[in-house]
């Protein structure tokens, strides 16, 4: 470096020029200052601004472009002809100075008075320089905060389970965890880390996997990558296979299993199938008491051969004690199988009405269930033909060109309790929590429709109530109590439900350029004493949940009653790392207010929601990076303070061990063994009187309140105005008839 800094000076050739833009931003910090200003020379020193041992930095000035040897000096842009002088004390002494008395001088006059082509390589640099140290500013800003930074605590997992498969889902329900992997699925205890059984008797991979908590009862629904769904129940550390709902003998007619869903309780299943080009929602009642009574009394033969698998299973377990449960589950153990209760289709593209009038139109419906799904209109083709038209002419230019197949509508379903938002009948008596409902939106509506479980194979598949939205939804979430939904819209719109009360919360938007991608509720916990501390007892009309948006950030919705909803900013997507996008969220149960954070750089942060900061760090015992296309395979424990995260390293080449073998590892995190987390543990929860006292201090304000009631009253009276509308539209439907006749006659 100091050879190059003995060069003539004058103009540098482009060639020269480059070379030593190279040396300048890969010069290494090994070199110290004093030994580069001892090899040079005196005239040469003035040259060298500053060099930054922290970082490849090394700043100078380029030599006269005039051939001087002498540091060319800098002139203001504005300054004064002659001699300055200090002027009076007072203003009205100033001499009144003349325009003519100033003069301006351009300091790239000299630049510009270089022939071609020197004055374009002049340029050329110097834009080259100034590029090169806006980069080097933000490398050494970006290291520099990264050096002066607070890193959090960094933990590493508390046990490694080793597998001898690549896991490709997991699941976690009470003590047990489920992997899916190659040709079945395994289940480990949480607490030991240890192996209980396994079920492996497919020739293809299991890509995931749905477990419902039944009580003491656990329900299993792993799908296959041939698109197959079975269902098993997990009874006494004991696997029983219940059915395959989409298998069949003739390959021709086999359908494809996207999605499942299985309601609180494991009362209902729904499953979402393809086949034939068509698409459709098939939904099941399942009869859990009827297996409960079957496992509970068995023959003779199987309980003998049951206790003796299970002996067999708290014992290593082996090949031989999996393949003889397999075979006492497939020969022995009938369980009834699951009813079947209707099949949901897309709803049919809003085309020419075939009515002749409207009285036609009123006779078809029925009630006022269905009402908004355009299904029942009286628009004719000429109509939808001449606003197609006015379409096409307004945006022809973007119309033009090849356009893909549009694929077909995937849909998105939860199972919701019985509630104010929508009346059932009477007669119809379900437990308090059991599901009732099935709310469903199809990729690309606007309608969220719900439809009753309260019906019969003959019974005609309507939707008994519709919410239309003003954009297409494209996420939602309902929470674990099933007491609050959120629908999000293609523009950035979240509309918030509170289903046990029956109102919505309000309707908040994003950032302008963030759309939703995900949203997960939070267990509502309040703030004392800088604590996040969940109250004893189930809050009503309060709900937060977290939303990552498409551009990697993380935001905050809160929601308390008849007050309008809040949103706040936890973590901004960060445009000087990429590495550190945040690729997946996960709220901790256990944890209040706390939310896991996952990166592509494979680094996982807890987040303290109420401060917006990290509390600490987790890392795996080797490093590991995740691809750009990849999402982190993890499940967070609501039954146990911990979470499990698979092995996810790029190369296969570091999984190896010593004898060449992949290892496939998953690492378990264990929040009970950290100090830190370990007294926020203890005190998690607010005793109710606390709590009382808490919102007393934050009164409602008296208008609030009285709308509060207001709805709470119009609830009530929903019932009554549900048979009033029935009359209503049986009205309809005589006088309509009525008036179809008396035309025909005429």
């Known amino acids: 470096m100091s050879e190059e800094l003995e060069t003539n000076s004058g103009l540098l050739r482009p060639r020269q020029a480059y070379s030593l833009l190279m040396r300048v931003i890969d010069y290494s910090p090994g070199e110290e200052l004093r030994d580069i200003t001892s090899k040079a020379k005196p005239a040469q020193t003035s040259k060298l601004f500053r060099v930054s041992q922290k970082s490849p930095v090394l700043l100078f000035t380029m030599s006269s472009l005039k051939g001087s040897q002498t540091q060319k000096k800098k002139r203001n842009i504005y300054t004064k002809r002659g001699r300055l002088e200090v002027p009076s004390p007072s203003e009205d002494d100033w001499p009144k100075d003349d325009e003519a008395d100033y003069g301006f001088w351009d300091v790239d006059r000299e630049l510009d008075s270089l022939p071609q082509p020197y004055r374009m390589i002049n340029k050329l640099v110097n834009l080259l320089f100034n590029r090169s140290w806006e980069m080097i500013e933000k490398r050494e800003a970006s290291r520099e905060s990264e050096f002066t930074g607070i890193q959090p605590t960094i933990y590493p997992p508390f046990v490694e389970i080793k597998l001898s498969t690549t896991p490709h889902c997991m699941a976690i329900c009470k003590d047990y965890l489920f992997i899916g992997g190659a040709k079945g699925f395994s289940v480990y205890n949480v607490c030991k880390a240890t192996q209980i059984c396994a079920w492996e008797k497919l020739k293809v991979d299991v890509t995931s996997v749905v477990v419902t908590d039944m009580g003491n009862e656990i329900l299993i629904a792993p799908l296959d990558e041939t698109g197959i769904i079975r269902l098993f129940y997990f009874y006494k550390e004991v696997l029983f296979l219940i059915k395959a709902i989409n298998e069949v003998d003739d390959t021709s007619k086999q359908t494809t299993c996207l999605k499942a869903e299985v309601s609180h309780g494991a009362d209902f299943a729904a499953f979402l199938l393809q086949g034939a080009g068509d698409i459709w929602l098939d939904v099941y009642k399942l009869p859990k008491e009827a297996w409960l009574r079957e496992l509970e009394h068995p023959t003779n033969a199987l309980k003998k051969r049951g206790r003796a698998a299970q002996l067999n299973n708290t014992d290593a377990t082996t090949t031989d004690h999996l393949e003889m449960d397999a075979n006492v589950i497939k020969g022995d153990a009938k369980m009834s199988l699951p009813v079947y209760l209707m099949k949901i289709k897309p709803l049919k593209p809003i085309t020419g009405t075939t009515f002749k009038s409207p009285l036609e139109v009123f006779a078809k419906i029925e009630d006022s269930s269905g009402l908004g799904s355009g299904q029942n209109h009286f628009i004719k083709d000429s109509q939808w033909e001449q606003q197609r038209a006015v379409f096409n002419a307004t945006y022809k230019k973007y119309l033009e060109g090849d356009w893909e197949e549009e694929p077909l509508s995937v849909a998105t379903f939860h199972f919701l309790p019985l509630s104010s938002v929508f009346a059932m009948p009477t007669e119809v008596k379900s437990p308090s929590g059991a599901a009732c409902l099935l709310g469903v939106y199809w990729s690309g509506s606007h ?29 939602s979430a309902v929470s674990s109590s099933c007491s609050d939904l959120v629908l999000a819209c293609e523009d950035g719109v979240l509309t918030l439900w509170n289903l046990a009360e029956g109102f919505p919360y309000g309707v908040v938007a994003l950032p302008e350029g963030c759309l939703c991608q995900s949203i997960h509720f939070l267990h509502y916990f309040v703030v004392r004493e800088r604590l996040n501390m969940y109250p004893e007892e189930p809050v009503k009309s309060k709900m937060k949940c977290v939303v990552l948006g498409t551009d990697a950030s993380i935001h905050l919705v809160t929601a308390t009653g008849t007050q309008g909803p809040t949103i706040s900013v936890l973590v901004e997507r960060s445009r000087k790392h990429v590495n550190e996008t945040v690729c997946a969220v996960a709220p901790v149960p256990a944890l209040p207010g706390m939310l896991l954070i996952f990166s592509w750089d494979g680094s996982v942060r807890l987040m303290n929601v109420a401060k917006a900061e990290p509390v600490c760090a987790f890392a795996l015992p080797r490093p590991h990076r995740l691809a750009a296309a990849r999402k982190p395979v993890f499940v967070v424990s609501s039954h146990h303070p911990c979470f499990l995260l698979r092995d996810d390293r790029l190369d296969d ?22 100090a830190l987390l370990e007294e926020i543990l203890e005190s998690c929860l607010i005793p109710q009187s606390d709590f009382a006292s808490h919102k007393a201090a934050f009164p409602v304000l008296s208008l609030e309140k009285r709308c509060e009631h207001f709805l709470q009253d119009s609830f009530q009276k929903l019932g009554k105005n549900t048979v009033r509308e029935q009359e209503h539209w049986t009205r309809l439907r005589r006088y309509s008839l009525m008036l179809q006749k008396g035309g025909s006659l005429k």
Do not use: Q
């Not at 999984?655 to 290892?663: L, P, Q, T, V, Y």
């Open 447 to 475: 309608n969220f429709l719900l439809y009753s479980l309260n019906r019969t194979l003959k019974d005609k598949v309507d939707p008994e109530g519709v919410w239309p939205c003003a954009a297409p939804i494209v996420a």
């Open 653 to 674: 080449t570091e999984r190896k061990d010593a004898a060449g073998k992949i290892r496939n590892s998953i690492f378990y995190f264990n929040f009970e063994a950290h």
